[in-house]
């Protein structure tokens, strides 16, 4: 069997087609596109990376693994990237908590801008749970505040364009994507 690292990542049309490796060796897991298809966003052994879809440009989202200061702020679980690739929704951990096991996380905690590493404020209320950028802009995000589960559509500049309370039955469910 071969070792990981020895395995090339690059993609494959979903209408169907060969296989096209990344011309830059990407070595991570957890791979998300942005909206436009100018950016990748993945996990890497130390943290979150940004680049390019061919692979170059690489470079660590900052504030997180071993750039995580004091906290030992880190990420290992990319869940989404924002249409222009500026900003990735992610689980951050913080201090002793354990990093997991190598399965992607379905949940969320922060939107970080990639070229800072800073926490986005969102004009939500509540614990944000899971967050998906929309292809062409916006993002929805699911929050629960005070055992109420709440999605939330924000614009592009996030801003809110709408809000609705989810039903009782589905608060332990999982958002697993959103088509507009």
Same mark, same amino acid.
């Given at each position: 069997? &071969?070792?990981?690292? !020895?395995? *090339?990542?690059?993609?494959? #049309? ?12 990407? @070595? ?11 950016? %990748?966003?993945? &996990?890497?052994?130390?943290? %979150?990376? @940004? ?10 989202? #900052?504030?997180?693994?071993? $750039? ?6 880190? +990420? ?6 924002? /249409?222009?690739?500026?900003?990735? /929704?992610?689980?951050?951990? *913080?201090?002793?908590?354990? !990093?997991? !096991? @190598? ?7 922060? %939107? ?5 590493? +800073? ?9 944000? *749970? *899971? ?15 005070? $055992? ?8 592009? !500049?996030?801003? @809110?364009? +709408?809000? /609705? ?7 332990? +469910? ?7």
């Amino acid at each position: 069997m &071969a070792h990981p690292a !020895d395995r *090339q990542a690059g993609s494959v #049309p979903v209408a169907g087609g060969p296989f096209a490796p990344f011309p830059t060796a990407v @070595v991570g897991c957890h791979v998300v596109w942005s909206g436009d298809g100018s950016t %990748i966003a993945y &996990a890497t052994d130390t943290g %979150i990376t @940004v680049s390019k879809v061919d692979g170059s440009g690489a470079r660590a989202v #900052p504030k997180l693994g071993p $750039d995580g200061g004091e906290t030992k702020r880190r +990420a290992h679980d990319p869940m989404s990237l924002s /249409a222009d690739g500026r900003l990735v /929704a992610l689980f951050v951990l *913080q201090g002793e908590d354990p !990093d997991g !096991d @190598v399965s992607r996380s379905l949940v969320v905690n922060e %939107i970080v801008e990639t070229a800072t590493g +800073a926490t986005v404020k969102l004009p939500v209320t509540g614990e944000l *749970q *899971q967050a998906f950028f929309l292809r062409k802009g916006g993002l929805l995000v699911r929050t629960n505040d005070k $055992d109420t589960m709440r999605l939330t559509l924000l614009s592009t !500049d996030l801003k @809110v364009l +709408a809000t /609705a309370v989810e039903p009782p039955t589905l608060t332990a +469910a999982l958002l697993l994507g959103y088509v507009a």
